[in-house]
């Protein structure tokens, strides 16, 4: 069976930081780009960093850019997102994804809440 699984989110305060880890089975992740995404309540899903199979390449949303890092260990199987200086508007459930031969795979998803 085909599984992403997004693990570390929590509740952190403002200007904290948190590490996010999206590992697969079933699936070679390092065969795949690798996108984060996240979802607040009542908005649509946006699109929030992307990594290339080698990891070579990286993109961000303009409001992560400088404060997001997004990483791969293929050795590993697992894709990472750390969020530094974390504003609540990052509150959200996070989730990594892959476009698998057979259309999209999504893990489940973390919440993040950043709250004082």
């Known amino acids: 069976q085909v599984q992403l699984v997004e693990s570390g989110g929590g509740l952190v305060q403002p200007g904290g930081s948190l590490s996010l880890s999206c590992g697969a089975s079933?699936?070679?992740?390092?065969?795949?780009?690798v996108t984060w995404h996240r979802q607040a309540p009542g908005k649509e899903r946006e699109l929030v960093a992307l990594?290339?199979?080698?990891?070579?390449?990286?993109d961000y949303a303009h409001s992560v850019k400088g404060r997001f890092t997004i990483s791969r260990d293929n050795a590993k199987n697992t894709v990472y997102l750390q969020m530094d200086s974390l504003k609540p508007e990052d509150t959200a459930v996070y989730y990594c994804?892959?476009?698998?031969?057979?259309?999209?795979?999504w893990g489940q998803g973390t919440q993040v809440t950043v709250s004082s």
């Open positions: 994804k892959v476009n698998g031969k057979q259309g999209p795979i």
């Open positions: 079933g699936l070679i992740l390092r065969d795949y780009a």
């Open positions: 990594i290339s199979t080698s990891g070579s390449v990286t």
